[in-house]
């Protein structure tokens, strides 16, 4: 997996790129994913992923004068579970509640034993804290002994790459036909994705969890803000009209 996921790009596609038909005639259809589920016909997961991988390869080339790239993954929560996982209850469901969402990734470890998943559905929408995945639970962790960790990218860096892999998506299905060949969706998305990374790159947004590079005589590591030359002014990612 890149710094996003399928999941996230479809989130931010616009419906233009979505089916709006039922892709077989005998199984019975889910109504609320008309219209918010991407046409497998047109776009496949292969073609998601190349793209996420493009976005990627951007990102990388942007930060990798300032962070150690590829940028790695780093635990930003930690909690215990509320009730053991069972063959009486497959839901995880932790003690301390959290803004976990949909296609968040976890990992169960008791010390023993350990699995990584993705939140497909958050079942209690109030304390957020009832949660099944994509797939299957297929060992017992114990309440009593099992930790619950989510892992993630820094942000914004898994928006980034969902934005600039979603504006060029849109572009080349949605107006490959038309005139002009970019889109104002398209345009905008990467408006704000040149945006994040720009913060980045001026020291304003700091990746906590990543390796510095580029100090010469000490760790970079140690200093708060990552600080540019006097003379060089900002240093920012080109815009591409």
């Not at 992923?49 to 150690?68: C, F, G, H, P, T």
């Not at 107006?175 to 720009?198: C, F, H, T, W």
């Not at 140690?222 to 002014?233: N, S």
Request: aromatic share 10%; glycine share 4%.
């Amino acid at each position: 997996m890149g710094y996003c996921n399928s999941d996230h790009v479809e989130n931010i596609l616009a419906q233009a790129l979505t089916s709006a038909s039922p892709t077989s005639l005998t199984t019975p259809v889910d109504l609320l994913q008309i219209g918010n589920t991407l046409d497998s016909n047109l776009i496949t997961d292969e073609i998601v992923n190349q793209y996420i991988l493009w976005s990627d390869e951007d990102i990388n080339a942007a930060m990798s004068e300032m962070y150690k790239t590829p940028l790695c993954e780093r635990a930003d929560f930690e909690t215990t579970l509320y009730s053991s996982v069972s063959e009486y209850n497959p839901y995880i469901i932790t003690e301390k509640s959290c803004p976990f969402y949909i296609g968040d990734t976890i990992i169960l470890n008791d010390g023993t034993h350990e699995e990584r998943h993705t939140i497909e559905d958050i079942v209690d929408l109030v304390d957020r804290n009832v949660f099944q995945t994509v797939n299957a639970i297929s060992y017992y962790f114990q309440a009593s002994n099992t930790r619950l960790i989510r892992i993630k990218y820094p942000e914004p860096v898994t928006l980034t790459s969902a934005r600039l892999a979603a504006a060029n998506i849109y572009d080349k299905y949605f107006m490959a036909q038309s005139s002009p060949d970019k889109s104002e969706y398209g345009k905008y998305l990467r408006q704000l994705a040149r945006v994040d990374i720009n913060n980045i790159l001026n020291g304003r947004t700091i990746l906590h969890g990543q390796m510095r590079i580029g100090r010469r005589f000490y760790n970079a590591n140690l200093a708060d803000r990552y600080d540019l030359p006097g003379d060089w002014g900002e240093h920012n990612m080109e815009e591409i009209s």
